[in-house]
């Protein structure tokens, strides 16, 4: 054979000439032979959030016009490499996949599928923790009856577009714990840490604000806080908050949930602050048909001090005729020290107020004392305006000064009705009645 840049074709009785576009012209490339095997996805949605688990219909159609004998293999891979689980599953299996020791499969075994037969597989993908794109990869390697010897393949790809789904802020603050200190002078029985914590029993409150920053709308379940990390040297425990009511919550919208948290070191002598490592795990789903779903949301990380000493606010409704508003102030003394403090309650023209004007207390190792005050509030005056009418803020200033080290201890609010204000300190809350 000759080789030649052009071929000829007969037309109308002429050889027209026609260009080769190729360098080899003498050679010929045989190509395998294309699969007719089709495979076909549903349920595929254009975007995916974080904490969503993917369930997928494959359809494997086989349009050979003989029986095809293989397997089908998937894989879901992120652009690091990173693979994320996934598995087929029968319909019974994908209502019950944590149960389920038997739903690990990567690869489904085709036994026989006769011409234009239909093979219907679920898929399962679990949920990545971060919004970081997946390709998924469904692979159909089979032979033909009549031809066992000529391996065809037939692959489709999807990319699964994971995307964020909440935005949230956190504030943590001290609340009161009612139960009585370990005393320093008697720390207790001397058992192991395991067995009894010794250590000064603390509440905690964690509030947060999540913004829904998904593109469509969603049904809020319920919402729990979760430790990530255990901590050896702290006894941790969240309080069960009230019964979450299902919440519809469109794009941009916000939703809070406020946990309580006690702590308590093991030991007494334990003056380390306690590292916490907590998540939010928000259930949602996405109607209320579709499959329950988990995002977990990082809390940043909490440093709990366990030997400076501080002042807590409480503020509560007085039922004297006297009085309008019990603030009650605790000192805590959680080191190893004696403390001499300073006590002031400023005049203030809001209120009147019952209790020390000025006070030196001396307080022992591991203790604390309750300072109370009976406020009496002048008039209603236009404050209300902001709240509608409903009440307002007065701002009572109560000065605490180390003696010995001349330094100001900071007032924080521990309950309800009062906050903190960075230029006026301390807020209470009076109520319409009262105001």
Known sequence: MLPSSVWLSEANDKLIPRDLYRE???????????????????????????????????????????????????????????????????????????NDVNTSATLHELASLNPSGVERL????????????????????????????????????????????????????????????????????????????????QRWRLGSVVTSVASDE?????????????????????????????????????????????????????????????????????????ALCTTKIPVPRLNIPSSEPRVLCVASSADDDNADILLRYYLENSSTHYLTFAVTMEANEDFGFSGPKHKALSLAPVSRHEILYSLLVHGSRDEAEQSEGQGRWIWPVLRVIDSHFNQSLRVQAAGPGVRVDPQRGIGVWVPAAKA
């Open 24 to 98: 080899e012209t003498a050679t010929v490339d045989v190509l395998p032979k294309p699969p007719k095997v089709q495979v076909v996805l549903h349920g595929l949605h254009q975007h995916y959030y974080v904490g969503e688990q993917v369930e997928l219909q494959i359809e494997i159609v086989n349009g050979e016009a003989d029986a095809v004998i293989g397997n089908v293999g998937q894989a879901v891979v992120a652009q690091d490499d990173i693979v994320l689980p996934s598995r087929f599953t029968t319909p019974k299996d994908s209502t019950n996949i944590e």
């Open 218 to 290: 969603l049904i809020i379940k319920g919402a729990e806080m979760i430790m990530d990390q255990p901590n050896s040297d702290t006894d941790f425990q969240v309080l069960e908050s009230s019964e979450h009511e299902d919440q519809l919550i469109v794009p941009e919208s916000k939703f809070d949930q406020s946990f309580q948290i006690l702590t308590q070191k093991h030991s007494l002598d334990d003056r380390r602050p306690s590292i916490l490592e907590l998540s939010l795990a928000v259930t949602w789903t996405r109607n209320s048909n579709s």
């Open 122 to 201: 679920n898929l399962h993908i679990d949920a990545p923790a971060e919004p970081i794109p997946h390709t998924l990869s469904v692979d159909v390697n089979y032979t033909l009856a009549s031809e066992p010897d000529t391996p065809l393949k037939k692959t489709v790809v999807a990319e699964l577009n994971y995307v964020p789904l909440f935005e949230a802020k956190f504030n943590f603050g001290p609340l009161v714990h009612a139960e009585s200190w370990p005393s320093y002078f008697d720390p207790g029985p001397l058992t192991s840490s395991e067995d009894y914590a010794s250590g000064i029993p």
